[in-house]
């Protein structure tokens, strides 16, 4: 009889799910993504204008839509960290972090517009706003709207960058490069809140809710990178896959 010969057991690799949101054709997300999106944003701005509960004014509706955009943009930097706990793939592309910042977009549009109505004399007005005198506004007043302006250049190029044609032309690690500017976005939207006085009305239910997106933020992507460097330790990690947003 010939020797028996040993076998070496092979440990079963960690089974990795689907990505949320990922590989959906338009249709779908349509249906799957934006409607939702839509409706969901939608009746948030309207139950936070309720709770504000002073009456209707364009004006008003500043804290409300910006406030709506913030949650948008802390859900596309959770996506990621989700992912991770739910053990499912992180790639580069992600049509759901993909349609949830169109609509951060869209909504921090909303918030400039809807911000200038009623404080802007003349066509040029808006100028006021961050010039005085031929000098840059520097107080808590000039530096939100300074930090709101970028804020605004960062969301509408990274709407425009979101689209699969600059994805070919920037290629994969470039292209997440770029979108990193999420990052810098959250930074900003926090400093602009600041500067209005954010910190100042804290019992205001627009600072609780910026409040609880930072920690919420923080949290998640300690724990996503947490994760990551945990499932990229062993011998079969994949190398140059990170995070994400």
Known sequence: MPPSVSVPTRRPATRIGGTLGAGRALRRRMLVHHVPLAAVSTAACVVLVQVAGRGFAIGRLASPTGDVALVLLSVTLLIGPVNLMLRRRNPTNSYLRRDVGTWTAIWSVVHVVVGFQGHTAGAFGFVDYFVADGRPLTNDFGMGNWTGLAATVVVVLLLV?????????????????????????????????????????????????????????????????????????????????????
Do not use: C
């Open 161 to 245: 960058l979101s689209t699969d044609r600059y994805m070919r032309e920037l290629k994969s690690r470039r292209w997440k490069d770029l979108q990193r500017l999420n990052y810098t976005l959250f930074g900003l939207v926090v400093l602009h809140a600041v500067y209005y006085g954010a910190l100042k009305r804290v019992t205001s239910p627009f600072s609780r809710v910026l409040i609880a997106a930072v920690i919420v933020v923080i949290l998640g992507q300690t724990i996503g990178i947490w994760l990551w460097r945990r499932r990229n330790a062993g011998p079969t990690a994949t190398p140059g896959r990170g995070l994400g947003n």
